[in-house]
Each structure stands twice: as C-alpha cells, then as structure tokens.
C-alpha cells in the first residue's frame, strides 16, 4: 500500500512538472507581453527595463529555473497585470470555483444514482429506456449553448434566476446546473450499468433466497457495490471541474479559476498564467490519487492486486 | 450486458446520413450564399413565428444572414473537424500503443508519462493556449483537436498488445520466424480493432464538441465562418429578441452528436460486449 502509494504520488509529480515545463514554454510562444503592457509611446529603453525587471530577458530555459527556484519556495510570481501575488489572486478565485465545481456534482449525484437505480431494476421497460435516452440526451449537449438557453428560459422569459453573476445561492443555480448536466447523464448510465452486473451476482441470490425483501436486497447489498465505479468517475468529474468549467464560468460571468486564466492568456500575463494552469493540474492529479486511495479501502480486493 | 439489445439505432443511422448529405451537397441544398449580409433583414424570425417568412425558414442573424443555410454549410466543418481529428489521433494513438506494448522499455516508460501530463493538464485551457499561438484556421483546429485524442488510443492499444502478445496464437508465428511489424500489423491489430472503432466514435462525438466550444470562444476556423459554435456565440448578445440565432445550430450539434453516439452505444454492444459505459 504504502510503496503503491508513493508511486502514484511520484508519477502524480512527475506529470505536474510536465506540465509546468509545457505552460512555461507554451505562454511564451504567445508574444511579448512588454508589446502589451507598455504603452505605444514607451521608448526601447523603457520597455528593455520592463523586460529586465521581470526576467524576461533571460534565455528560457534560465527563466524556467528561476521559476522553479521560486516555487519551490511557494512563491508563483507577480501578475504582470495586477501587480499582485499571483498565489492572492489564485486563492480569491478558488473558492468560486469549488462551490461551482461541488454544487454541480452534488446536483448530478442526487439525480443520477436513483435514475440509474431505478433503470436498472426496471430493466427493460419504458422507464428504463426513457432514462437512458434521456441520460444520451445529457452526453451529447454541448454546455455552453446549455447554459444559454437556461439563461433565455429560465432568466430571460420566466424570470426566475438571476442569469449572472456571483453572490448567493440563486445566482449559482443555473451555472450548477449547466455543468451538472454532463455528469449526470454519466453517473446515470454508470450506475445503472453497475446495478445490472451486481444483481447478477451469487451474493444477490443468497440474500433473496434468505428471504429479505426486494427492497433491502436493492438498497443494502446491491446499491452499495454498485458504487464503487461511481467513486472513479465522480473523482474524474471533480478534476475536470476544477480545471474545465472556462466557458461555463465565462458564460455566467462566474469569478472562478478558468475565466481567470482565459483572460491571464488574453493579457499575456504569463506569471498567472503558469500559476492558476499548474494549481488546476495539481487538484486534478491530488483528486486522482485521493480517488484511487478511497478506491482500496472501500474495495479490498484491489489492494490485492 | 445488455442482453441481446443490440438492435440498430435505425433513427440515428438514418439521421446521421442525412447530415453527411447535406454536408456533402451543401452548396445545391443552402437557399443563399453563407455570407450573405442584408442589413434590412436582421433578425427576421423563423416562418412559423409572427413576422417571419418561409423565405428564410429558420430567420436571420443579427446581419440578415440566413440561418439555414448557415447550418447546413456548419455542418461540414463539423464533420470534416470531427472525422479528420479522431482519424489523425486514433492512428498516432494506435501507432504509439502498438509499438509501446510490444517494445516495452524506456519509450513506453516516456510515451505513456507524456500521455498522463497531457490527461492532467486541463483541455480547453490547453487548446486555448495552442490556437492563441498557431492562431484561427481549419488545419489548425483540426491539429489541435487531435492532439488530445491520441492519449485513450495508445493506452487501450497498449493494454491489448500486452495481454496478447503472450498469447499462443502470437508465439505461435513467432516461432515460425514472422518479422515484428508482420505480428502487430497483421496479427495483433486486428484484434484491436472493436475497441477502436467503439472508442472512436465516442470521440468524433466529443471532438464536434469541442470543435464548438473552440469557436464559440473565437479561437475556432475563423470569427466569420458560418460553423455552429460560431452562430451560437454570434446569437449571445441577442438571445432576448432572437433567441434563434443560438438556438437552432446548438440543435443541430445536439443532433449530430446523439446519432453519434447511438451509433457508438450499438458498435459497443455489438462488437465488445465487455466493454461498458
């Protein structure tokens, strides 16, 4: 267990190292952000100070190690723009982000694992079908245009929720629930995918054959097997989240991670660029791990392995 | 699984056609030039709505363009976007998981590093950054699109050639002294195959998706061109007095994409049985 663990964490370093090498040298194939910030009237000298003062006069790969030195002392660098510490800005992002990210998997979990639920053991008829057509229906929306409509709907005609912005629990309703959609028609078609092959099982047998009702048999010995995948997939949904809700985020005008960065690229601000890219790959990897880890303990067979 | 319930998705079959057809005949189908622009039609509604006229059936955008043939000349970047993308990754991907399986080694070690830096690293971010340096165009949409897709292809690929090449049938030409290329190509690929095919219509599904998504921010195959994330980023601004202009081409995305994944559901059920999800 504990050399499995140490493995994935190794491994788990070694893709965030690569990926810090890969934003480093792909933000500064994006042009010269001194072009940028400095005023069109700003005479060479100026501009070569500007580009001195943030290093950027270096060769690359001198820039890439001295990044490396300041992060190891946790120290992301100055935004270009905001003149502020990159991790600030980051940590003012973040929570957005994960209510967002959380709310959204909240909202397809308490859908999702009774649909699939009740699809399974309905195996077969209307219900069943429906389910899944509609769980299809999910999987092949494209968000952003999703969320649009919700706005034109359910903002716009019905008045119901405010359609942006950032504030209490009705502003986070429409974006949520846009990015729940994906997740849901997922978890849906999982879970009840899950249920079928456990109910197959021997163990399922026995406990109908001691007689316990269709209810307990579902609820107690299948549904709780029927999870596990769940675990991995909602893991991978949460990484995803953290890092992948740009256009959600950039359609509700929702103060998170990924509009963040998506303007960062715009402005060419490289130090919070490479920052918020590598504080998403690292939740994306930790979520990861943490996921495999849940994994073994709930399901001791795969320690074994 | 599912037990028999391999009937085809005739629906999805039949739909799917249609839409190629169109992509393919879209000049002699579009009632009027794409680009169009009548300022003293804007937004003129669909036929059936107050105002609206069976001239242009499904309205106009904010320049007086007409949608529909908008939408039918979109969904030839869609199409050509998702097949080209999936194609150019799936062959990398199936390249690289044949040759990391067999080999093992140092490159397998590195390829399959490099895959999970790419898993981890988030896609759209990823995609943004690589289209704000190449900059707007179909080949480099299609480039970047692909890039992504190689990663699941070499890893099932991998998997496969693992458990296969220690199989008899494998040994068996082996012995009889056949090359390594002749054993992969000829004699491990094939049964790769199923999975591939399951897998790859899963991701021409994600990648029209995606290929939206890239336009919709404006880092598609260009501001101008008449594709479907395009018109739905084109109609935002209007969404309260012409919610037609998004509306009707994230339809057709949703469309395309559910026949396509119908159709992947059914390969999956019917050439890999052990395959879920």
């Keep these: 267990m504990g050399g499995y663990l140490a493995r994935r964490l190794f491994s788990g370093a070694l893709a965030i190292l690569g990926i810090v090498i890969v934003v480093f040298v792909l933000v500064r194939m994006l042009g010269d952000p001194a072009a940028l910030m400095m005023p069109p009237e700003a005479t060479k000298e100026e501009i070569e100070i500007f580009r001195h003062a943030y290093g950027f006069d270096h060769p690359i790969h001198m820039q890439l190690v001295d990044f490396m030195k300041e992060l190891a002392r946790g120290d992301l660098g100055r935004s270009l723009r905001h003149d502020e510490p990159v991790m600030n800005m980051i940590m003012e992002r973040l929570p957005a982000t994960l209510k967002l990210s959380v709310t959204a998997l909240v909202f397809s979990l308490i859908l999702a694992v009774p649909l699939g639920v009740i699809a399974a053991i309905h195996r077969g008829t209307f219900w069943d079908r429906a389910t899944m057509v509609i769980a299809m229906l999910g999987q092949s929306v494209p968000d952003f245009w999703l969320g649009l409509m919700l706005i034109y709907l359910a903002g716009v005609r019905l008045r119901l929720v405010p359609i942006s912005g950032y504030g209490g629990f009705s502003h986070l309703i429409l974006p949520a629930l846009t990015l729940s959609v994906f997740p849901l028609a997922r978890t849906t078609r999982i879970v009840r995918s899950a249920m079928l092959e456990v109910l197959g099982q021997d163990y399922i047998r026995t406990a109908r054959s001691k007689g316990l009702s269709e209810r307990i048999v579902t609820y107690k010995h299948a549904l709780k097997n029927a999870l596990i995948p769940v675990i991995t997939v909602v893991g991978l949904d949460l990484g995803a989240l953290l890092g992948g809700a740009v256009i959600v985020e950039t359609i509700f005008a929702w103060p998170g991670m990924g509009r963040l960065v998506v303007q960062a690229l715009d402005n060419r601000d490289f130090p919070l660029v490479q920052g918020g890219v590598l504080v998403m790959a690292i939740s994306y990897v930790g979520v990861n791990i943490l996921v495999d880890l849940l994994y073994s303990i709930v399901d001791p067979r795969i320690r074994c392995n | ?277």
Aim: proline share 4%; glycine share 10%; aromatic share 8%.
């Design chain 2, 1 to 277: 699984m599912n037990g028999g319930k391999t009937r085809a998705p005739i629906g999805a079959i039949v739909i799917l056609a249609c839409i190629a057809a169109v992509a393919v005949f879209a000049p002699w189908l579009a009632p009027e030039n794409p680009e169009e622009i009548v300022l003293t039609r804007r937004l003129a509604p669909p036929f059936w709505m107050e105002g609206g006229s069976i001239a242009h059936a499904l309205g106009t955008d904010s320049l007086g363009r007409d949608i529909l043939s908008r939408l039918i000349f979109g969904s030839r970047v869609s199409l050509i976007v998702g097949l080209v993308a999936v194609a150019a990754g799936a062959g990398v991907g199936i390249a690289l998981g044949l040759v990391t399986g067999y080999y093992g080694g140092v490159l397998d070690n590195v390829i399959m590093r490099i895959g999970d830096v790419q898993l981890a690293f988030p896609f759209i971010l990823l995609a943004i950054a690589l289209m704000a340096v190449l900059g707007e165009g179909l080949g480099n949409v299609i480039l970047v699109l692909s890039i992504r897709s190689w990663v699941p292809y070499a890893r099932m690929v991998r998997g496969q050639v693992l458990a296969l090449k220690e199989q008899e049938f494998v040994q068996a030409v082996r012995a009889i002294g056949a090359k390594d290329w002749r054993i992969t190509v000829k004699h491990i690929l094939p049964n790769v195959a199923a999975p591939v095919i399951v897998l790859a219509s899963f991701s021409v599904a994600r990648t029209i998706i995606a290929e939206a998504s890239l336009s919709f921010l404006g880092l598609g195959v260009g501001v101008s061109a008449a594709t479907w994330g395009a018109m739905i980023s084109q109609g935002k601004d209007y969404l309260t007095d012409a919610w037609w202009i998004s509306g009707f081409p994230g339809l057709a995305i949703m469309i395309t994409v559910l026949s396509i994944n119908l159709i992947g559901d059914w390969l999956r059920d019917s050439l890999d049985p052990s395959l879920k999800y």
